[in-house]
């Protein structure tokens, strides 16, 4: 069974940074490929990126990428999400998602392609 639990949203101006965390439970921890996806209020959940297994390959939306940065710890099974010149419009709910699968770039962006996922942290960007 593998668990999530994201950590670090909070209120944020605009331009701001903020790290998220998401910790992992399992023994097999490397094995897994994970994401990040938001959702902000009224609207449908998003990717936002993704890093493999070994952590050599990413996948970044175009709303965030140059301004966001995931990294993996396979040694401390936590995923962290650097983000940088913070906008409004990043103002969401924010999950980690895992999967054991290796899934075409397409594939990568969809919900469905995650087994397990977070409860979700809050980010709030003010103006």
């Known amino acids: 069974q593998v668990q999530l639990v994201e950590s670090g949203g909070r209120l944020v101006q605009a331009g701001g940074s903020l790290k998220l965390s998401c910790a992992v439970s399992g023994r097999t921890f490397s094995s897994y490929a994970v994401a990040w996806f938001r959702q902000a209020p009224g609207k449908e959940r998003e990717f936002v990126v993704r890093v493999s297994w070994s952590g050599l390959n990413t996948i970044y939306s175009d709303s965030v990428k140059g301004r966001f940065t995931i990294s993996r710890d396979n040694a401390k099974n936590t995923v962290d999400l650097q983000m940088n010149s913070l906008k409004p419009e990043d103002t969401a709910v924010y999950y980690c998602?895992?999967?054991?699968?290796?899934?075409?770039?397409?594939?990568?962006?969809?919900?469905?392609?995650?087994?397990?996922w977070g409860q979700g942290t809050q980010v709030t960007v003010s103006s």
């Open positions: 998602a895992a999967s054991i699968y290796s899934r075409s770039t397409n594939a990568a962006l969809r919900e469905s392609s995650y087994e397990y």
